[in-house]
Nanobody, 127 residues
């Protein structure tokens, strides 16, 4: 088991919803900021959504604004990604990432900041 454990992926129809969860499980994972990235076959890994609980910043990729919501359970540091109105273009392997520092809505999309990554959970949206 890696430092971050994702769950909640699956197959859903166009327009459907899914909720992803990410639990920090490693001993040395004490995140201040966490984010979701995704990678489709043949494409670069791209930022989806992030949040930093030092300062309360949240941010979203333009492609998911208004459809996806990132949130956190402060008791467990579990981070959720609620995805609604899913489209076939959202099909990808979704990764959770964590960083022990604060991020802003400008910096949280930089994948180089994140020191811990999950194994990914597959989201497939069918037409």
């Amino acid at each position: 088991q890696g430092p971050l454990v994702e769950s909640g992926g699956g197959l859903v129809q166009d327009g459907g919803s899914l909720r992803l969860a990410c639990v920090p499980s490693g001993r040395n994972v004490s995140p201040i900021s966490m984010a979701w990235f995704r990678q489709a076959p043949g494409k670069e890994r791209e930022f989806v959504a992030g949040l930093s609980w030092l300062g309360g910043s949240t941010g979203y990729a333009d492609s998911v604004k208004g459809r996806f919501t990132i949130s956190r359970d402060s008791a467990t540091n579990t981070v959720y990604l609620q995805m609604t109105s899913l489209k076939p273009d959202d099909t990808a392997l979704y990764y959770c990432a964590a960083f022990r520092g604060a991020t802003t809505d400008r910096s949280m999309g930089d994948k180089r900041l994140y020191t811990h990554w999950g194994q990914g959970t597959q989201v497939t949206v069918s037409t």
